[in-house]
């Protein structure tokens, strides 16, 4: 079951490297980059619910919490709400008994990391391991709260054998994840940076002959 978890946690990290390409490509229109980073991270929530490890049928377990929690922390507001309804579109298609408490573990999710960038822009939390660490063990605790409405013995077997490989595989996630994004945003930042020094000098060296000449 670890072993499952962790898969599908690999998969969706590989494929939120395209997060850099985007943040690359659409940096001149930041409401393009936006509305793009919002489709990929609902995009990877979708796919991650098309190969879950299932407990039984619609009772489903993804690492779409790591997604939709890091999409708010590092998308914001806009890029949080197009994954999350991309997510909970995608989780009512597949029905099953635990639809509405799965719809109710994606607001969750979101809401979380919304609360988690606001905390950062006011200094309250920085974005680093110990701190994405307990953000994760948190989120994810709050997760297994969640579930305990499900019916008795789908909660016994989850407490029996989910809760602790889901606790330890999606607390790491959440730490790789987002160091894996911090890190494509400092790079992106300091990208912008670079380019902007490069066109000042530019700008000064041309106008140096007019200046000598003077």
Do not use: W
């Not at 991270?41 to 049928?57: A, K």
């Not at 799965?102 to 607001?107: G, H, K, L, P, Y």
């Not at 407490?159 to 994004?181: D, Y």
Request: charged share 10%; aromatic share 4%; proline share 4%.
């Amino acid at each position: 079951m670890l072993i499952e978890l962790v898969k599908g946690v690999a998969l969706l990290l590989a494929l939120c490297y395209l997060y850099g390409f985007i943040v690359r490509a659409c940096r001149r229109h930041p409401l393009a980059e936006q509305v793009c980073a919002g489709l990929l991270f609902g995009g990877i929530c979708v796919l991650g619910m098309l190969t879950p490890l299932v407990l039984q049928p619609g009772v489903i377990f993804d690492a779409r919490s790591v997604i939709l929690s890091m999409a708010g922390l590092f998308g914001g507001p806009l890029v949080a709400a197009i994954a999350a309804v991309m997510t909970v579109a995608g989780r009512l298609s597949l029905g099953g008994a635990g639809m509405l408490t799965s719809v109710q573990v994606i607001v969750l999710c979101t809401l979380a990391g919304l609360a988690y960038r606001q905390a950062h822009a006011r200094g309250l939390l920085r974005v680093e391991p110990l701190t994405l660490a307990g953000f994760g063990l948190v989120l994810h605790l709050a997760v297994l709260a969640t579930l305990q409405a499900l019916p008795t013995e789908v909660v016994r077997h989850i407490n029996e054998s989910v809760a602790l490989p889901f606790l330890l595989a999606f607390t790491a996630a959440t730490v790789a994840l987002g160091l894996l994004l911090r890190d494509a945003q400092e790079r992106m930042a300091t990208e912008h940076a670079l380019a902007g020094t490069a066109a000042r000098l530019r700008a000064i060296t041309q106008a140096i002959p007019d200046v000598l000449l003077v």
